[in-house]
């Protein structure tokens, strides 16, 4: 696990629960369960706090924690 990576939503689908993190450069996808305070959504242009792991050989996050603005 790599810890407190910082990134900003840049797409989220309510519907599905998915989403993608635009970290450094690099799209990291995120299900809406990985969604630390609880919510099942989040706004695209979100400042988020990151925590990603390997799965099924890609990175994913697993844990989203929005920043303050």
């Known amino acids: 696990m790599i810890a407190n990576s910082e990134g900003?939503?840049?797409a989220?689908?309510?519907v599905v629960g998915l989403g993608?993190?635009?970290l450094d450069g690099d799209s990291v996808?995120?299900?809406c369960i990985a969604i630390?305070?609880?919510s099942r959504d989040?706004?695209?242009g979100t400042t988020?706090?990151?925590v990603t792991a390997?799965?099924?050989g890609r990175r994913e996050a697993v844990k989203v924690t929005p920043r303050p603005s």
């Open 48 to 50: 988020v706090s990151v």
């Open 54 to 56: 390997r799965r099924f």
């Open 42 to 44: 989040i706004s695209v």
């Open 20 to 22: 993608m993190i635009d």
């Open 36 to 38: 630390a305070d609880g």
């Open 8 to 10: 900003t939503v840049t």
């Open 29 to 31: 996808p995120f299900h």
């Open 12 to 14: 989220f689908d309510a």
